[in-house]
């Protein structure tokens, strides 16, 4: 997957799993959030690539511990 198919992955998952929890955020901020999630899932992506795995199992690999994961709490 893309940078762009994680971030729209992550996205998604936020909207329709964790509604409550970016129902005050921007768009923009959504979008922002969302773009560097999917920056770190690529860069574990890439660490996996290193020893060997090809992007589809790397995605299985990292999608539920890095992507599918709840939304930061920008209240701190």
């Known amino acids: ?3 762009e198919q994680i971030s729209h992955t992550i996205m998604n998952f936020w909207r329709t799993e964790h509604g409550k929890a970016i129902a005050g955020w921007s768009p923009a901020q959504i979008q ?3 773009t560097a999630q999917a920056a770190l899932t690529e860069a574990e992506m890439d660490a996996l690539a ?3 795995l ?3 199992t790397a995605w299985i ?3 539920n ?3 599918l994961r709840a939304p ?3 209240s701190l």
């Open 65 to 67: 511990s890095m992507a």
């Open 72 to 74: 930061p709490d920008l």
């Open 1 to 3: 997957m893309t940078r």
């Open 32 to 34: 922002a959030q969302a």
């Open 50 to 52: 290193l020893i060997g």
């Open 61 to 63: 690999e990292v999608r």
């Open 54 to 56: 090809d992007r589809a």
